[in-house]
């Protein structure tokens, strides 16, 4: 098919925009061959026309279909373009969330720029042993197919990881890193994969920097090889790093920081250890103030610090060395800081006493002055002299940012160094895996020097990356014998040949650094002239003689080569390093020292570019070496470049690239032109077009014939699925050019895969519309019956109605007009007598107001003429006499005035007379004259005060005239204001009389008015109360009704309240199961490491190579805290394995005394507390608690004390006996019945020997019982003296430990703050312990005389009867416990219960102790007298044949003899101590489980052991009791230790010990466990030896035996359940199969070797099986398939959530069919309502989510509802992953996932994404008594149990 016939109407395209890159569009109407257009219609409804080329004709690129839109790999795409690379990529970003996506062998990571959840340790576990195609794109996947590999192949692998800045690089490394770390572990206990993170903190630091794209911009490259030993275990790493951009150091641009260290220092300058370096604030040094923005948004710089200082000190740089750094660092920040002045234009200098410069030479130990000096001067060397010269302010100034730079690199690599010796391996390193995190193709608006290099690099690595993709390429097409045609791809070697190559821009760089007097321009020149004419990659800028630009891969690039000499010399003035390396600080001495041969940590030259090195010695020989030598920072570049690509072809790469989605770092935004831009620059694209150029899209037969099915007919199916694929293809592609098939594969051009899915959708929507219109048509018609019918009926009925209404309402219209007549006839005349009625009242009221309201007129005006009257009189006369007493005070005013002016003249002219007397003093005359004036005119002046004085008196009797007018007026205004509240009063009297009368009549017409309403309500409430009598009725029917349903309602609540409580309390026992059983689980991985690790050292010498293994050990140990050792050998002597049975059991009895005593200390502390809050309280009721305890502990003493003297009594009488016995014997001389050692006599002495000791036994456990409090208590203060004695000894250790003064100063101050807490914590102990000391003797005094008088009690109980006296000791302990209980009774009721509990519970034991020790003396009395009977009536042919049950028979047995013992068995088993590890090892270790099973009763070798068991118990041997149960324990540990892996070894000794558990419990006396016995079994119990113990340790043996089953399990099924539950179609042709790509998933067609449904389903039969055959317990059983199904569950659901090809509504159904074949395996085996269905929950509802509609807010309403057994985080990722197979189904909208995200925002869930695989549930074991008696089991002989005799 001709590519234009995919133009056709409504074909959709992509065109170039401005905007957005690509925009997609429609064709309007078919192309045809010719056209000069097409008619497009865009997105958003415009229509454009869009112009083809006219040159090439070449059509817009096609856009691939919706299904494929989103893939996971973008070589399943079917058009492989950019714009469609573009688009998937947006898509899966900003609608999926999904950062990662495969591009063939790449994964490209875009930035989201938040943190997601998306690296725990689940999603490890998850990918871990996975294929890279069978999970979601992750960093995850890419490191395990690294490491998969490297175990595999046994080669080397690398992880590139590159990208521009800001687009996650170091985070895409770290989390490699952190994935080899956790799934490899580590080969030591050093941690050396802690320590291989710890070192990304301090690279972090001191390599990154804020830059303007990112905030944690990696300023250097560097390739980490993480070391592997021969198991694939981390041992080791080491780093190398390129190119450490050392001009940040002394330059930021705007908006960018130096390093981040330097931040972090001064962040932390008030840190009391960092004063000595002198820092302050960021803004006040040059070095950090240039960017003008100091801080990162959300980083806490001090935080940081903190970080760094916990890596050093991880990695081994102790807390000397970090200051050592951290002086340095300051040091150069003080550098930066020093001013240096101009003196003249050709020299400088820096002023002196530079507090700077001062405290850089303190903290670098260096001469002030040496240092200013060469600041600012420099030495030259001429060929006869040497001189000194001084440098202008500019020079030095760049010479001292030079000495930074150069300082700055010193201290990096060193620090390198030291992280790379604190990760060196100590063993031989196998293999290593290397992460390249490097920087991307750069290109700004000036790129200099260190664009070069990193683009340089770029170019490096880009054609490594092109030949690794066509390799691939070719071998899969070799592999599929596909006829190779070479493909032509991008090949960069010019460009490399031009940069590097003879004569090319390096090499004539580096030429140009030699010449004497070269420079970035004759450099220039030189590189116009040599490439420009010969060279197509270089060009020249029109406007510029000082650039010039490079065709690089991804761009064209213009170099400024300004600064490029200076930056490829380095140069540093040697006096400044001359003086550094003479300084007294020594962390400095060694940064500089040999530098001539500083190399890096793995013997390669480090590539961190521009070190100067400069030889250390004085010698000129030396220097003039050193400078022949010295290399370039463009030849080391190229060096370590070459270096690490050796590295990187000598090992198998894998790639990631990091893709930056926008500038501004906006949360998962997207900006298409910054992508294309890096997608163009990465190599992305690239690998797109080799793809595109060959056959990118690759079916496997089988996947073609699923997926195409439709497209062939019935005949065209053939058996051989090739040749039936070959005829469809060649039907429907006819050219053959288009495809070709290979072994295994059909091999597709691009765009045939779309032709084929438009003909299959083609196809499918032809019979969807004719299955529509067929269902339609049927619906339809259906509808018109049913809608007829219908009506029919509805008219029917309607018609009838219609008449019966219209009856009914003539009969109402005839009867209403009746009742209207009346009814108005009555209104109206109502009516008009209550209008007549108001208007005679209207008129009355109307003319009588008229009336008042004239007079009222007429009296008010008379009264408002009078006060008009009095008003304006009184108003005239006022203001006459103001303006009388204002023309008197202006007057006064004037007068005045004019005096003032008068008085002022005068005084002038006096001051002027003095002046002109001082002046003149000649005029004496004039003066005198002058003075007779003045005189004159002092009497005028008293004349005009008399005649002011005159004037003054008549103003002051005016005034008091006019006051007193005043005065009257006042008297005036005060009775005109009373009358006018007169007035307002009889106003406001009038105002109320209208009121009074208004109301009056309104309740007249209120009073008529309700009467009429009476009258009327009256009627009304006869006929309510008769409507209420009716409805009254009703309710209480009703309420009788609802009376019941509450009823019912309350019992079903309460029944519900009841069961929710159970389940609570159910819960509740359930976590307290599981916790106690993962720490049995711990305590087992415990023992496991701890044997792993001695057999690794006892097998060292000779370990052959093993294969690859991801955990640490494969089989489990089994280890308990009651054995001592797993290793058994048949040779060991019987001494010392009771010995060593002894130790152990000793060692768990002392860890269950520790763990009691730690519970006693914290009860202990708590009480202390509580006595200490309430220390008043206490001291009142102390006398009554002595009392009861003084009471109490008495009634113990006393019942110890009876205990002893009833069991020495006991003892003494049974001595009695024995001694009259062997008088009675010896006394007999003619019978030889009785003779010492005649085997009666034997037989007997044995006998008594045994009552003897199990007296002393007894006698023993009261004096144990009593002594156990005293030694509980004197633990405690062991303990604390032992914390007291150690502490000074470990403070002495660490002071040895010590080296230097700062340090011992540092110890000696924090050992002086740790004594005087010491002392205080001592003080405060010596107080609680006077405390303790004096209750102490209190208690001591109280028991004392209590023992006293119970002492004279027991003396008087000695005297009673024995019967008696037993009764008297249970009355005595009665009393004691009644006392305690009254002692201990707690406030709490529910605690209160538990204590009356508990007290009884042990009243009843030791009843029971009583009873059985009554039982015991009463069948030793017996057995005393059948013996001595016995004695009496041998003969002496028959005392040869008796025998003791506890001894072996020596010599044969008499024939007679045998009929008798086997009807007297008692299903006792008898062996010799000797073949106790023969029995083991036959019963044990060389069992074999499937012929024990299939041939012999369940639980055999169970009862085999128990009937030895009881055979001990029997013979009262309880050293063989402990060796048998220790023995069987061990032996059982061991075979599951060495056949852990084999489920029905596992399950055998699961049922077996189960069944030992149950005899325990059986046969053990307890009247619980005895219900269900035959009378038979009751006489088979144990006698002698309570096993509760053991019991205990074998039920926790029984649970770890459990969960090695259930791990055995996990191992069996994991490889199953995806496979059979997601990936095989048990409906065939349900879900279709997608393009995969180049990654290639699981095949999900049934093919040989992969498994189904059928396989889950037949290993589950096995397991079930199985255990039933080994005789499980049936409720064991169940728990069993619970574990089994929840393991089902979990593991498909956390797979469902990591792979986006399985979230189809298609395989919703599957996985809801698979779930169904499950329940009905359940039913089938009778296991359906035993919990293991609601365990698949989860999965179920999972199943339906992607099944039902999800578009509206109703949907969302569902889905809520529906999926509760779901967590938020997971519904929501099964939204995102949402993936239509076919193109009739819908995406999720972003909108609706929003939707949902809102409604569960409040639900309280998990927020694990994956489901815990390795969950165990707790296990119980419930008693299961058997029917089996003991005496009818045989033993076959196939068991090699010869030695055991039937007793």
């Known amino acids: ?270 840190l009391p250890e960092l004063k000595v370096l002198k820092l302050g604030r960021a803004n006040e040094f040059l070095y950090t103030r240039q960017g003008r923005n100091p801080v990162i948004e959300g980083v806490d710089d001090t935080k940081e610090l903190g970080t760094t200082r916990h890596a050093f000190t991880l990695l081994g740089i102790n807390e000397s060395y970090q200051m050592g750094l951290f002086q340095v660092l300051a040091a150069i920040l003080h550098l930066g800081n020093v001013e240096i002045k101009d003196r003249d234009s050709d020299s400088s200098i820096i002023p002196p006493n530079n507090s700077h410069l001062t405290s850089f030479c303190e903290l670098v130990g260096v001469s002030y002055q040496d240092m200013s000096q060469w600041l600012c001067h420099r030495r030259l060397k001429t060929a006869t002299e040497t001189y000194v010269k001084a440098v202008p302010r500019l020079q030095a100034t760049n010479s001292r940012d030079a000495l930074s730079k150069h300082i700055y690199a010193k201290l990096f690599n060193w620090i390198v160094e030291h992280v790379n010796k604190a990760l060196i391996a100590n063993v031989k390193q196998h293999s290593f895996i290397g992460v390249l995190d490097i920087y991307g193709f750069e290109t700004f608006d000036i790129n200099s020097f260190e664009q070069f290099c990193i683009n340089y690099a770029n170019e490096k690595l880009q054609q490594q990356f092109n030949m690794h993709v066509f390799k691939l390429e070719q071998e899969e097409y070799m592999r599929e014998q596909i006829p190779w045609t070479l493909i ?68 064209k690039v213009e170099y400024q080569c300004d600064a490029f000499l200076e930056k490829n010399k380095d140069t540093v003035n040697e006096d400044q390093i ?266 009355r009221i109307l003319r009588a107001y008229m009336a008042r309201q004239k007079y009222l007129a007429l009296v008010r005006e008379a009264k408002v003429v009078i006060i008009q009257k009095r008003v304006r009189g009184w108003l005239a006369r006022c203001w006459y006499k103001r303006c009388l007493r204002a023309i008197v005070y202006l007057q006064c005013c004037m007068r005045r005035m004019k005096a003032r002016r008068e008085l002022k003249k005068l005084k002038i002219e006096a001051r002027s007379v003095e002046h002109f007397k001082k002046l003149n003093k000649g005029m004496e005359n004039k003066i005198m004259q002058l003075q007779r004036k003045i005189d004159e005119q002092n009497k005028d002046s008293r004349l005009v005060i008399e005649k ?55 309740e007249k017409k209120t009073i008529e008015d309700w009467t009429q309403n009476y009258k009327t309500q009256m009627e009304k409430t006869v006929s309510e109360l008769k409507e209420q009598n009716g409805s009254l009725k009703k309710e209480k029917d009703d309420l009788n009704r609802m009376i019941q349903e509450q009823s019912q309602q309350m019992t079903e609540k309460m029944t519900r309240a009841i069961a929710q409580e159970t389940q609570q309390l159910e819960t509740d026992l359930n976590e307290e199961r599981s916790r106690y059983q993962n720490l049995l689980s711990e305590h087992l991985r415990l023992e496991e490491k701890y044997d792993d690790l001695k057999e690794e050292m006892a097998s060292s010498s000779h370990i052959s190579k093993p294969g690859h293994r991801r955990t640490d050990s494969t089989h489990s140990s089994n280890g308990s805290e009651y054995t001592y050792n797993s290793e058994y050998t048949e040779m060991e002597d019987g001494s010392r394995t009771r010995e060593d049975v002894t130790r152990g059991l000793d060692t768990s009895l002392t860890l269950k005394l520790q763990k009691r005593l730690t519970e006693l200390e914290q009860e202990k502390q708590s009480l202390r507390d509580e006595l200490e809050n309430k220390e008043d309280q206490y001291q009142r009721a102390r006398a009554r608690d002595d009392a009861q305890f003084k009471k109490a502990r008495g009634a113990e003493l006393e019942y110890e004390s009876l205990k002893r003297q009833e069991l020495e009594s006991e003892n003494k009488k049974l001595k009695h006996n024995l001694a009259e016995m062997r008088h009675s014997l010896l006394g007999d001389k003619t019978a030889n019945v009785g003779a010492p050692g005649s085997p009666a006599y034997k037989v007997l002495l044995d006998q008594l020997n045994a009552s003897c000791e199990e007296l002393d036994v007894r006698k023993e456990e009261v004096l144990i019982l009593r002594s156990q409090l005293v030694s509980q208590k004197e633990a405690f203060h062991h303990k604390v003296q032992k914390n007291c004695m150690t502490e000074p000894s470990v403070f002495a250790k660490d002071v040895s430990k010590l080296k230097d003064a700062d340090e011992l100063k540092q110890a000696y101050i924090g050992l002086k703050d740790t004594n005087r807490l010491l002392e205080q914590q001592l003080q405060t102990q010596r107080r609680g312990h006077d405390n303790e000391v004096e209750s102490l003797r209190g208690e ?377 074949q499950l329940e009905e395996w359940l039913r089938d085996k009778g296991l359906m309502g035993w919990g293991a269905k609601e365990t698949l929950e989860p999965l179920i509802q999972a199943a339906q989510l992607l099944q039902v509609k999800k578009k509206t807010d109703e949907d969302a309403e569902a889905i809520c509802s529906m999926c509760q057994a779901l967590t938020t985080a997971q519904i929501v990722k099964v939204l995102n992953l949402y993936t239509p197979v076919n193109e009739f189904e819908e995406r999720v909208s972003v909108s609706f996932i929003r939707t949902i995200q809102t409604r569960l925002r409040d639900r309280s869930d998990s927020p694990h994404l994956l489901m815990d695989t390795k969950m165990i549930y707790p296990v119980t074991f419930p008693f299961n008594p058997s029917s089996l008696a003991l005496e009818t089991i045989q033993i076959p002989s196939s068991l090699n149990l010869g030695f055991l005799s039937r007793v």
């Open 1340 to 1716: 001591l005094q109280s028991v004392k005389e209590e023992n006293n008088r119970q002492q004279q009690l027991l003396a008087q109980n000695l005297q009673l009867p024995p019967e008696a006296r037993i009764e008297a000791s249970l009355q005595h302990e009665i009393t004691r416990l009644t006392n305690e209980n009254l002692e201990l009774m707690p406030d709490d009721p529910a605690e209160s219960r538990e204590a009356r509990v508990v007290i009884l519970r042990r009243m009843v034991d030791l009843m029971e102790q009583l009873e059985k020790q009554d039982r015991t003396i009463r069948k030793l009395k017996k057995q005393l007298k059948v013996y001595s009977k016995r004695i009496g009536e041998m003969g002496a042919g028959q005392n040869e044949g008796q025998t003791s049950p506890g001894q072996m028979v020596e010599e044969p047995i008499h024939p007679v003899n045998i009929p008798r013992r086997e009807k007297d068995f008692q299903g006792m088993l008898e062996y010799k101590k000797e073949d106790e590890m023969k029995l083991v090892k036959n019963l044990i270790l060389e069992l074999k489980p499937r012929g024990v099973a299939v041939n012999l009763i369940p639980g055999l070798p169970a009862y085999i052991l128990f009937m030895c068991l009881r055979h001990a118990d029997y013979v009262n041997d309880d050293q063989k009791v402990r060796t048998l149960l220790t023995s069987t324990i061990n032996s059982i540990k061991k075979i599951l230790k060495k056949r852990g892996d084999d489920f029905e070894t596992v399950s055998f000794w699961l049922a077996n010990t189960c069944r030992f558990l149950h005899c325990l419990k059986q046969y053990s006396g307890d009247e619980a466990f005895m219900k269900h016995n035959s009378v038979r079994q009751n006489e088979h119990c144990l006698s002698n030896f309570d096993l509760a113990e053991y019991r205990q340790v074998i039920s926790d043996l029984a649970i770890q035996i459990f969960q090695q089953l259930v791990k055995c399990m996990d191992n069996i099924l994991l490889p199953m359940i995806v496979s059979g539950m997601l990936e095989h179609e048990t409906i065939q042709g349900v879900s279709g199969v997608k393009p995969t790509g180049l990654r290639k998933r699981t095949s999900s067609i049934a093919d040989e070797g992969i498994y189904t449904l059928d396989s889950i389903l037949r290993q589950l039969s096995a397991f079930h099986s199985t255990m039933c055959q080994h005789g499980t317990d049936p409720e064991l059983i169940k728990q069993v398939v619970k574990q089994q199904f929840y393991i089902i569950g979990a593991a498909t659901l956390n797979n469902l959530l990591l792979r986006k090809d399985m979230c189809s509504w298609s395989k919703g159904m599957q996985i809801r069919y698979n779930v169904s």
């Open 1 to 270: 098919m001709a590519a234009s016939e995919l133009y056709t109407k409504s074909a959709r395209v992509w065109i170039p925009d401005s905007e957005e890159v690509w925009k997609s569009a429609e064709l309007v109407k078919d192309y045809n061959n010719g056209h000069q257009s097409l008619q497009l219609m865009l997105e958003d409804g415009t229509k454009v026309e869009h112009k083809l080329d006219p040159k090439t004709k070449n059509l817009p690129h096609l856009r691939n279909p919706d299904i494929l839109v989103g893939e996971n790999d973008l070589t399943a795409l079917s058009y492989l373009h950019e714009p469609a690379v573009l688009h998937n990529l947006k898509v899966r970003f900003i609608d999926s969330k999904l950062i990662y996506t495969y591009c063939g062998i790449v994964l490209v990571a875009i930035n989201p720029y938040e943190t997601l959840p998306i690296y725990s340790t689940d999603i490890i576990n998850a990918y871990s042993g996975q294929n890279m195609g069978d999970m979601d794109p992750h960093i995850f996947a890419v490191a395990e197919e690294a490491y998969k590999q490297m175990a595999r192949d046994e080669r080397n692998q690398s992880i590139i990881v590159s990208g521009e800045s800001g687009a996650g690089k170091t985070v895409s490394a770290k989390y490699a890193m952190r994935y080899f770390a956790t799934v490899s572990g580590s080969a030591s206990e050093a941690n050396i994969e802690e320590k291989v993170l710890a070192s990304n903190p301090i690279m972090e630091a001191i390599g990154n920097a804020k830059t303007t794209r990112n905030d944690n911009s990696s300023r250097f490259g560097k390739y980490i090889e993480i070391g592997f030993d021969n198991r694939y275990r981390i041992i080791g790493a080491n780093m190398r790093t390129y190119l450490l951009e050392k001009s940040r150091v002394v330059f930021q641009a705007e908006e960018e920081r130096n390093y981040h260290i330097f931040y972090q220092l001064c962040a932390s300058a008030h």
């Open 488 to 555: 032509d791809f991008y090949d960069n070697q010019p460009c490399i040949n031009l940069i590097e190559a003879k004569m090319g821009i390096l090499d004539l760089l580096d030429e140009e650094c030699k010449m004497p007097k070269g420079s970035d321009d004759s450099w220039a020149q030189k590189l116009y002239n040599t490439h420009l004419k010969t060279c197509s990659l270089f060009e020249k800028p029109r406007m510029s003689n000082r650039a010039f630009i490079i065709q690089h891969f991804a761009d």
């Open 948 to 1002: 002011l004085a005159s004037v003054e008196i008549s103003y002051a009797a005016e005034s008091e005239k006019m006051r007193t007018e005043l005065n009257r007026l006042h008297g005036v205004e005060e009775d005109a204001r009373n009358k006018t509240n007169q007035l307002s009063t009889l106003l406001e009297e009038l105002e109320r009389l209208k009121k009074e009368l208004a109301t009056t009549q309104k």
């Open 578 to 843: 001359n003086v550094l390396k003479a300084s007294k600080f020594p962390l400095l001495v060694e940064l500089f020292q040999d530098e001539g041969k500083a190399t890096s940590p793995t013997g390669q030259v480090p590539g961190t570019g521009g070190r100067t090195r400069l030889s250390v010695k004085p010698d000129k020989s030396r220097d003039k070496s050193s400078k022949e030598h010295k290399k370039t920072v463009g030849c080391q570049f190229r060096n370590s470049l070459q270096m690490l690509m050796g590295t990187l072809n000598a090992t198998t790469p894998h790639y990631v690239r990091c893709i930056k989605p926008n500038d501004v770092k906006q949360a998962f935004t997207f900006d298409p032109k910054r992508a294309v831009q890096q997608l163009r620059a990465c190599g992305v694209l690239e690998t797109i077009r080799i793809s595109a150029a060959g056959f990118p899209s690759r079916w496997t037969y089988q996947e073609f014939f699923s997926r195409y099915r439709v497209l062939m007919k019935q005949k065209d199916v053939l058996p051989d699925k090739r040749l039936t694929c070959r005829n469809v293809l060649e039907k429907l592609v006819e050219d053959q050019d288009k495809y070709q098939f290979g072994k295994t594969k059909i091999f597709f051009r691009a765009g045939q895969v779309a032709y084929l899915e438009k003909l299959r959708a083609d196809k499918l929507r032809v019979a969807c519309i004719r299955i529509q219109k067929t269902i339609r048509c049927w619906l339809a018609r259906k509808k018109y019956l049913r809608q007829r019918e219908a009506a029919i009926t509805i008219q029917r009925f309607t018609r009838g109605y219609q008449a019966r209404c219209l009856a009914k309402f003539m009969r109402r219209t005839q009867a209403a007009t009746i009742i209207q007549k009346y009814q108005r006839m009555c209104v109206e005349r109502k009516r008009y007598r209550q209008k007549q009625a108001a208007a005679l009242a209207m008129q």
